[in-house]
């Protein structure tokens, strides 16, 4: 996971900076005005406590930093909609965690829109608009690391009513 971290003063160089995860490091790989930003390490599950430290010196704090279980997406309803999009889905799995802003759902690995948390296993996405295709959707906690194993959903254009026959019926 790529962390923004904002400082309270600018960094001119990461050069031996690091950002420790309780007591995981892992180098500063870019500094701006105010912010660094770094890749988590992989960790257990559980809640650590986050600073930057320089070859030299620690920060003055630190900030907790949550790890959790990846999200395990395992199924989609409908799984077939409209090319203009707008359409109201509900994706099923596990591990999905209450919106903090960054629940996200991906299709074609390219078009990424918001998430509604529903519960652990349910999330709501409206579809984009999208040409005839089957494509892949996925959904990600932190809005950049997508699950693992995607479904599918098929854009397709809608029917059109010729005609009906009967046009009565008892």
Avoid: W
């Avoid at 003055?60 to 930093?65: A, R, Y």
């Avoid at 299709?107 to 608009?129: D, M, N, Q």
């Avoid at 397709?156 to 009906?164: E, I």
């Amino acid at each position: 996971t790529l962390v923004n971290i904002t400082l309270d003063r600018s960094l001119t160089s990461a050069v031996d900076m690091f950002c420790l995860f309780g007591t995981s490091s892992s180098p500063v790989l870019s500094v701006g005005s105010f912010f660094a930003t770094c890749r988590s390490p992989h960790l257990g599950v559980e809640t650590v406590a986050l600073a930057v430290q320089s070859s030299v010196r620690l920060s003055g704090n630190t900030l907790p930093f949550e790890v959790y279980a990846r999200e395990v997406l395992t199924g989609i309803a409908p799984s077939t909609g409209d090319l203009a999009g707008s359409m109201r889905i509900t994706l099923q799995g596990v591990n999905f965690l209450q919106d903090r802003g960054l629940l996200s759902c991906r299709f074609a690995k390219l078009i990424s829109v918001p998430g509604e948390y529903v519960s652990s296993t349910a999330v709501h996405c409206i579809t984009p608009a999208h040409g005839a295709q089957l494509v892949t959707v996925e959904i990600a906690n932190n809005g950049q690391q997508f699950s693992d194993k995607a479904t599918v959903f098929l854009f397709s254009q809608r029917p059109q009513v010729l005609s009906v026959l009967p046009t009565k019926g008892p």
